[in-house]
């Protein structure tokens, strides 16, 4: 896989506050653990756009951004086809804390991101129109970003297998053999490390990647093979009990439904 130059602002005579880039669908691409010396705040995927930092492991959604403090290590990955916008501000919103984050990505945000980086505006013109973005950008639940990662090294190897290979069937018994622990303490610690137990960490990491799958256009029952369901129907039971709708709803005008209604604090 060709691993794409670390993407960074986009700089001109003037010095401005907010720049954002366009990375158009290409072959799968990734960014190694790298930091930015500005926050960093990707949105409008469309396809599987992935981040790994301390705080755990995003998918990020074509109906929210991924908030990125500036300093934070990070880890990027998309999918063939995906396209992503990456926007960097020196200046957070008050309402964003200090850790990776979801926020609401409002279509008038949007277009500022765009007009802040295509148009030679006046300095007071483009001072206005940054703040607000920052009066806009909010923080919000989105149920499918944030899946927490193990921090001991074997359970770690284990989660990101699953992660790559989301239909790996292999039971918590084979999982303990292969890593030298006893079932018992796999699990103790998954579930002290993650706050789920190893199946219902799975469920959700199927589901974060079928999220992205859905994303691409691939059709519901192929989904559900890809991430490791013998049927469709039990792929739909599944991901219903996670994000509380069925996968051809978010491949409905709903998901996009969502996005604005996610101003509102609603999950995605």
Do not use: K
Not at 24 to 29: F, K, M, Q, R
Not at 126 to 136: K, T
């Amino acid at each position: 896989m060709p691993t794409p130059a670390v993407p960074s602002p986009r700089r001109s005579a003037v010095e401005f506050r907010i720049t954002t880039n366009h990375f158009p669908p290409a072959a799968p691409g990734r960014w190694a653990r790298h930091h930015h010396a500005e926050h960093e705040l990707l949105w409008g995927a469309r396809g599987l756009l992935t981040v790994e930092t301390d705080d755990g492991w995003f998918a990020v959604p074509a109906t929210a951004g991924l908030w990125i403090p500036a300093g934070t290590a990070h880890t990027v990955e998309s999918s063939g086809g995906t396209g992503f916008f990456c926007s960097y501000l020196t200046h957070a919103p008050e309402a964003v804390g200090e850790r990776t984050t979801a926020v609401t990505v409002p279509p008038v945000v949007a277009e500022l991101f765009r007009t802040l980086s295509t148009e030679e505006l006046p300095d007071p013109v483009r001072a206005r129109c940054e703040q607000v973005v920052l009066d806009l950008l909010r923080p919000v639940e989105v149920a499918p970003m944030v899946l927490p990662m193990p921090t001991d090294p074997r359970l770690l190897a284990v989660a990101r297998t699953l992660l790559r290979q989301p239909d790996d069937a292999r039971s918590v018994a084979q999982w303990a053999a292969e890593q030298a622990m006893s079932v018992r303490h796999l699990s103790r610690r998954f579930a002290q490390e993650t706050g789920m137990t190893f199946e219902q960490w799975r469920l959700h990491a199927r589901v974060r990647v079928a999220l992205g799958l859905l994303a691409q256009g691939m059709p519901v029952a192929a989904v559900g093979r890809r991430v490791g369901y013998a049927s469709a129907s039990a792929f739909v039971q599944a991901f219903a009990r996670v994000m509380g709708h069925t996968p051809g709803w978010y491949q409905s005008d709903h998901a996009g439904d969502a996005g604005v209604s996610s101003t509102a604090g609603t999950a995605a």
